[in-house]
């Protein structure tokens, strides 16, 4: 075979191909990720979930995506890209002809368990996949082209997934999944006839299978440790029993990693800054998105505040969508050959000022005071959805893309699991705080507040609407008004959150990008002492 140089027509052109492989399988992990919240409602109604099994739907996806995601990026270093991105098509359909077909909350569960463990594969291998597949000087746009679609898939999974739910029905969401995944697989066969992914597969390397052990013993119990929680407690053995397997496992997964000759997470690219401050910065762009967006949805939502739908909630969040889409592909393009320091600084930067000034945000509030607000958020979103895989992946040598595309999707994704959890401790923080000022609204001695109490921290919004309207109207008023400051409190938490975690992003930028643009695939220096 020979081999194609960067102008070569056919490689340019290969290289497009893989990127509508990649692209349509991206919609797809991006799209479960969000569009199953909206169809929450239809499966607790079909399936009759507690509250955890409902929480679960959506955790057995994001802990199986972020525990696995490491761990299948090394085997298609050292087993094929293309090998590995196949499997994950095919165990992520399975996943959804499970749920598609599914009649009882197990298989439910299973069906999503797959999902995420496809996704993990997906997600794992595609920017490598590209990375391989595109000749150096395209490497950014294709990398922001990548950025802009799973951000997009994200942001329109709620107005696809309500829209399906309301006009056809909730399973076909999964259905949408498969057809798209046929589509995909019938391309790859297309590129792997075509040789358009070149072999980069390491004959002599040997899978970590310490590593990757204590790799599922850390990330596996912290995920579900930090998923289960809230609704557990943090103090129950439920919860403290996983994060203490998870400490242990992190002293393993230091010293296997150190002793190995060929470990499943190189240690020691962490010593490099760039390849440092994509993996963090990451993990900060996962922690706001998710602290944003569940919170975001809820806010909006709800009667007390703009009362929308979820298809409304969906559209609401278009402006943040659209400009992060355009920032994605268009970012790239230009500043691919200076340092990324002040965008991605601007990046962050832009997120945090966009969720600071979304604390201002009341049930009161007009869309047209908001929507302005998500653009900023928007493009700092696709300021570092674009460039920090792009910041991490160059100064890698070409053999380890996979697990470095692996290790930054993996803070990805836990960052994203992280920042949900610690967005709703602050959201539910507040309200318990507040909730004691709402109740000193009610007349003294009065018997209605043992049943309000008990409403405001179990019950439903249409519960407690119905105790309010029983009572005289003046205390009915002010306890509504105490309830949508409450609301807008707890909304005004989870923003202040999401900001403080976009600032110190901000700040690690600032001082580990630094100096001048290290040469591609700098990195491999710091192996050279090992070997």
């Not at 959804?96 to 077909?101: E, N």
């Not at 407690?464 to 009572?471: D, F, R, S, Y």
């Not at 959150?497 to 930028?509: F, S, T």
């Amino acid at each position: 075979m020979t081999d194609k140089t960067p102008s070569d027509p056919t490689h340019e052109g290969g290289a497009r191909v893989v990127l509508a492989m990649t692209a349509i399988c991206m919609m797809v992990v991006g799209f479960n990720t969000t569009a199953v919240a909206t169809i929450l409602p239809n499966l607790k109604a079909e399936f009759d979930l507690t509250p955890s099994g409902l929480q679960w739907v959506m955790a057995t996806y994001t802990v199986a995506s972020a525990t696995l995601v490491t761990i299948v990026s090394r085997l298609g270093d050292i087993t094929g890209k293309m090998g590995v991105f196949f499997a994950g098509m095919i165990v992520f359909g399975i996943g959804s002809a499970s749920v598609l077909f599914a009649q009882d909350g197990a298989m439910l569960l299973f069906g999503r368990g797959a999902q995420g463990a496809g996704a993990a594969a997906l997600f794992g291998t595609s920017l490598s996949l590209l990375t391989a597949a595109t000749p150096e000087e395209q490497r950014a746009g294709v990398t922001g082209a990548w950025g802009a679609i799973v951000g997009l898939a994200i942001g329109v999974g709620p107005i696809v997934g309500g829209a399906f739910a309301h006009y056809i029905s909730w399973r076909a969401v999964f259905a949408t999944d498969l057809v798209l995944l046929v589509f995909a697989f019938l391309i790859g066969l297309h590129v792997s006839r075509r040789g358009y992914v070149p072999d980069t597969r390491q004959a002599r390397a040997k899978f970590d299978y310490p590593g990757a052990f204590a790799l599922l013993l850390f990330l596996g119990p912290l995920s579900f440790a930090l998923s289960n929680g809230e609704s557990s407690g943090w103090a129950t053995p439920m919860t403290l029993m996983p994060l203490g397997v998870a400490a242990v496992a992190t002293i393993i997964l230091v010293i296997v990693s150190r002793r190995s000759d060929d470990p499943l997470i190189e240690l020691r690219y962490f010593k490099h800054p760039r390849y440092f401050m994509a993996a963090v910065g990451m993990f900060f762009t996962g922690f706001t998105l998710f602290c944003f967006f569940v919170y975001f949805n809820t806010f909006v939502q709800s009667p007390d505040a703009f009362g929308y739908s979820p298809i409304g909630a969906g559209l609401a969040i278009m402006p943040l969508s659209l400009s992060m889409f355009v920032i994605s592909v268009t970012a790239p393009r230009f500043l691919a050959p200076y340092s990324f320091q002040w965008p991605i600084v601007i990046g962050l930067g832009a997120m945090a000022c966009g969720f600071l000034l979304l604390m201002t945000t009341s049930n009161s509030t007009q869309y047209a005071e908001i929507w302005w607000k998500l653009m900023i958020v928007g493009i700092g979103l696709g300021i570092c959805f674009s460039l920090l895989p792009r910041l991490g992946l160059r100064v890698l040598p070409e053999e380890h893309v996979g697990q470095g595309s692996g290790v930054i999707n993996a803070c990805l994704y836990f960052g994203a699991t992280l920042g949900a959890v610690v967005g709703g401790l602050a959201e539910a923080i507040t309200t318990r705080r507040g909730i004691s000022e709402v109740m000193n609204a009610l007349p003294a001695g009065s018997d209605q507040r043992e049943d309000l109490a008990h409403a405001l921290t179990h019950g439903t919004p249409s519960q407690i609407q119905q105790l309010i309207a029983k009572m005289d109207p003046e205390t009915s008023c002010a306890l509504a008004k105490a309830l949508r400051d409450l609301q807008d409190n707890a909304f005004d938490s989870a923003m202040l959150v999401a900001a403080v975690a976009a600032l110190v992003g901000m700040a690690l930028a600032l001082m580990l990008l630094r100096g001048p643009v290290p040469p591609v695939h700098s990195a491999a220096e710091l192996t050279r002492a090992k070997s």
